[in-house]
């Protein structure tokens, strides 16, 4: 009787599998909103450098790894903004008189940039986009008020166009050649050097972050954008899932490096969520997609865009890097939707389970769980509800103890 049991619970679960269509919701979180930073590598530099710019009240810190200057492609062919061109200091001002012309309008006021912190990183063997495109950036941040104290800028020889980290991971590329995933032992930790200028100094990082901290969630519900694919990714650590108050940090992974091309290298083998794990940051991965269709831009013809890049050269409006641009909209709304929780609470605000609330403890199979209506099942497996932690294989052989901090509240962890 019992083999027969479990028999038909494998076939349930496959079943369910088969017929589920969706990521999870991105949850709402307790976030410290004086604490939301970006950084980005190439396409991903750009879009973190515009996202700083066009929301500096929203983020406080920014990073760029191999990136080029605010509006450069929105008056300039692309090309002119990479490859190690030389930005011009008319160009810089012809940049400039956008800020200036859009502070307080179509972007915040720039006066906000001045007090932000700045990363900017550049390999030396970069043929990509190269050091003379970063050093336009870095001149631009100085002319909008950045203190130098604020502001670090690494070049590194022997580096090309790569997120560089100290650890050798599954599929990585070499870190003197620009090649797929640009990932690559350096023996420079790119992640630590970001997350330590925009925060200041970090606890040990965890090398082995729990696999139940990554949430795949569902971008579609942020927005349509042609060059956005259907799902992202967010690590979230217990801490976090649980209440307690944490960073955000937004990683936008750059051209040819999105989900569908790569897998989950960039999410994993980055090195951010090793830092945010132990530091109580949560760190959001949004997702682009290949989009062949050949669109107008603003200063480069008809483009389409094959290698799923951030959109910095206008592929879906004149107003890419202002707040109104969609990809723009697309990712604010993901931050705000992250940073919309509460203490106790991070999942629906105004419920009970203020600290003083005492937590139940619930310790049974994932199946058992999900009948209970303590988390739900989804291409087979289990996810706790409101939290959204994975919490592995949906079936009656993983056990798993939920501690419920507030009504259908449930986060993975033990009662005191």
């Known amino acids: 009787m019992k083999s027969s049991v479990v ?159 100290d650890f050798d991971a599954a599929g990585n590329n070499s870190c003197g050649s620009s090649a797929s995933p640009y990932i690559a032992n350096c023996g420079y930790d790119g992640a630590k050097a970001v997350l330590t200028k925009l925060y200041g100094s970090l606890s040990a990082r965890n090398n082995s972050p729990a696999a139940a901290n990554y949430i795949e969630f569902d971008q579609t519900a942020f927005s349509t954008n042609p060059g956005l694919a259907s799902t992202g990714w967010a690590y979230v650590p217990a801490n976090c899932a649980a209440g307690q108050v944490c960073k955000l940090h937004v990683a936008l992974h750059g051209c040819q490096q999105n989900y569908a091309t790569i897998g989950d290298k960039f999410v994993r083998n980055t090195g951010f969520s090793r830092w945010a794990d132990t530091n109580s940051i949560v760190v959001l991965f949004p997702q682009t997609k290949v989009d062949n269709t050949s669109r107008s831009t603003a200063a480069s013809g008809l483009l389409p865009n094959p290698n799923g890049c951030w959109d910095w050269v206008g592929w879906y409006g004149s107003n890419f890097a202002q707040k109104a641009g969609t990809q723009i909209v697309a990712i604010k709304a993901m931050v705000d939707k992250v940073a919309g929780g509460t203490t106790g609470n991070p999942g629906d605000p105004g419920d009970p389970g203020d600290p003083g609330t005492p937590a139940t403890c619930f310790t049974s199979s994932n199946y058992t769980h999900s009948i209970s209506g303590r988390a739900y099942a989804l291409y087979g497996i289990t996810y706790a509800n409101g939290s959204n932690q994975a919490m592995g294989l949906w079936n009656i052989f993983v056990t798993t103890t939920l501690k419920q901090t507030a009504p259908n509240y449930y986060v993975i962890g033990t009662c005191p």
């Open 7 to 165: 028999r038909f619970l494998v076939s349930a679960t496959l079943a369910f599998a088969g017929a589920a269509q969706a990521a999870v919701p991105l949850p709402s979180l307790n976030i410290d909103k004086t604490q939301i930073t970006v950084s980005g590598l190439s396409s991903g530099g750009f879009m973190a450098n515009q996202l700083g710019y066009a929301h500096s009240s929203t983020f406080k810190g920014v990073g760029v790894f191999a990136a080029g200057p605010y509006s450069c492609a929105g008056h300039s062919n692309y090309t002119a903004c990479m490859y190690n061109a030389t930005i011009s200091s008319s160009a810089l001002n012809t940049m400039q008189a956008d800020l200036n012309n859009w502070s307080g309008t179509a972007i915040d006021a720039k006066s906000n940039v001045a007090a932000q912190k700045v990363f900017l990183f550049v390999g030396l063997s970069d043929t990509t986009v190269g050091p003379n495109p970063m050093n336009a950036v870095q001149t631009q941040y100085l002319n909008n008020g950045v203190a130098a104290a604020n502001l670090e800028y690494v070049q590194r020889s022997g580096t090309a166009h790569v997120l560089p980290t």
